[in-house]
């Protein structure tokens, strides 16, 4: 199965998605060069030339520590030798992890990449996820304290997470992760013998990554339905096209890291990217499953342990939130709401936030960084209340929307499983206790602004305890199997 847009076609491609409905249109767009091939690596230089960087220009070549293979050869110091052959002058940035052994995404990181900026200069990063975003984030500053705009190239490492080719960067603020705007590369370059080499469990990620729509993409037109985000558009959904049909047919050569597999992989890894840039948002792929994630990172990032995978973490949550999902699409009865109960009180809000984090963080600097999120979120809801009478009426209309933007947990679990995706919160590195679990899928929408069905539950008075028990034996069941 071919897919319906493919992002290595270029001008094709955006010539394509220009005709979708939601494409921003007006808006301007630098990624004009995605190179998805076999021995990419070796084309870098017509890459960094198409996009406006001579040899003349000096480069500053963004890495973490990190030893990375290609075939037989030290993939970084070959990228390194590849762009000096070429005729550049090359001044390395190379990121210190932290204490934790991990890099993340942080404004120390991203401001000792700002200055070895100037504007003479372009801009390469060697990496994943979060080498990618630090990058992208000090560039994107330097550009608005400039007025410029430094051409900056993406060197992808690994099919690990959809963030290559978005214009936003998640960076952790007060231990808190929040989604900075921030700006498109210029240029992407997946060199499928990286990919391949890359360690399989950033590959399983990546897969984990995109299965967040199958919980986000409900969330999101729920959202739209309440009034709770206007902004929705069927721009992602047309664009990453059936993703589960996708994901199965290449599950064994995902497996093999073939690399037929990875270009696709890394496609459709760009088109998530590209989805929520031109979105203008993390919603159409980050949903419940998300926050739920962002709370389970919170409570490791507090306690100093290091963070697991990304996207393999994404999996297992989306597999929760498609449980929950599930259970309100067979369950909810909107006769039996009384509207004048989904209202709390900000205060009572505010107590509860703060009460629920102080054991993670006593200084109450995590409790108010997630007030201040969470109560736009309760202020937009007051201020749409007059929406939701029309929402219950429409519910028989909604619902099918809904559900047909969701999977079973189990079909989500299997698809993971097909590329040896681990099952259980206790196989991440580091392993998760039910009682973590738990306090992030009761805790996880308190911490954001994003509206997810994890709002409903709170806002319908469910009763959330029983929900959870019922989520997690039913998931730990299917597990069993
Ligand atoms: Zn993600």
């Not at 084309?43 to 973490?64: A, Q, Y």
Request: aromatic share 8%; charged share 25%.
């Amino acid at each position: 199965m071919p897919l319906a847009y493919d992002p290595a076609e270029n001008e094709r491609f955006w010539e394509r998605v220009r005709q979708l409905p939601g494409f921003p249109h007006g808006e301007e767009i630098c990624l004009r060069y995605m190179l998805i091939e076999s021995n990419a690596l070796f084309r870098i230089k017509e890459t960094l030339n198409f996009i406006g960087v001579r040899e003349e220009r000096p480069l500053v070549v963004v890495m973490d520590t990190t030893p990375m293979r290609r075939g037989e050869d030290d993939l970084k110091p070959l990228v390194l030798s590849v762009l000096k052959q070429a005729g550049w002058e090359v001044e390395t940035c190379i990121l210190q992890p932290d204490s934790s052994g991990q890099v993340h995404t942080d404004m120390p990181h991203i401001l000792q990449v700002k200055e070895h900026l100037g504007a003479e200069k372009a801009v390469v990063s060697v990496g994943s996820g979060v080498v990618t975003d630090i990058a992208k984030h000090a560039c994107y500053l330097f550009d608005q304290e400039h007025g410029a705009h430094l051409p900056y190239l993406v060197y992808q490492t690994a099919n690990s997470v959809s963030a290559y080719t978005s214009n936003m960067a998640p960076t952790l603020i007060e231990g808190v992760k929040r989604t900075l705007t921030s700006r498109y590369p210029d240029a992407l370059i997946c060199d499928l013998e990286t990919l391949r080499d890359a360690p399989r469990e950033m590959t399983i990620a990546g897969v984990g990554d995109l299965l967040a729509v199958f919980v986000s993409l409900a969330d999101w037109y729920l959202a739209y339905r309440l009034g709770m985000d206007e902004t929705w558009t069927p721009l992602p959904e047309l664009l990453m096209g059936p993703l589960d049909e996708l994901l199965v047919q290449n599950a064994e050569g995902i497996r093999h890291s073939s690399l037929e597999a990875m270009a696709l992989l890394a496609k459709l890894i760009t088109l998530g990217g590209i989805a929520m840039s031109l979105s203008h948002a993390t919603a159409p792929l980050s949903g419940f499953e998300h926050i739920l994630s962002h709370t389970l990172d919170l409570q490791n990032e507090v306690r100093g342990k290091a963070m697991a995978l990304h996207g393999t973490q994404i999996a297992l949550a989306t597999v929760l939130g498609a449980a929950a999902y599930h259970i309100f699409l067979e369950r909810f009865d909107p006769k039996q709401l009384n509207c004048e109960h989904c209202y709390p009180e900000p205060e009572s809000m505010h107590k509860l936030i703060l009460q629920t984090f102080h054991p993670l963080d006593p200084t109450d600097r995590a409790g108010e960084e997630c007030w201040s999120d969470y109560r736009i979120k309760l202020e937009k809801w007051f201020s749409v209340r007059e929406k939701l009478p029309a929402f219950l009426d429409q519910w028989e209309e909604i619902r099918p929307e809904v559900a047909k933007r969701t999977r079973p947990p189990e079909q989500i679990r299997k698809m993971f499983a097909a590329v040896e995706g681990p099952t259980r919160f206790s196989e991440l590195e580091p392993p998760f206790e039910e009682v973590e679990v738990r306090f992030a899928f009761l805790n996880a929408p308190l911490i954001r602004k994003r509206f997810t069905i994890g709002d409903l539950f709170i806002w319908f008075n469910w009763d959330r305890e029983a929900l959870w028990r019922e989520v997690w034996e039913t998931t730990q069941s299917t597990l069993e199997h």
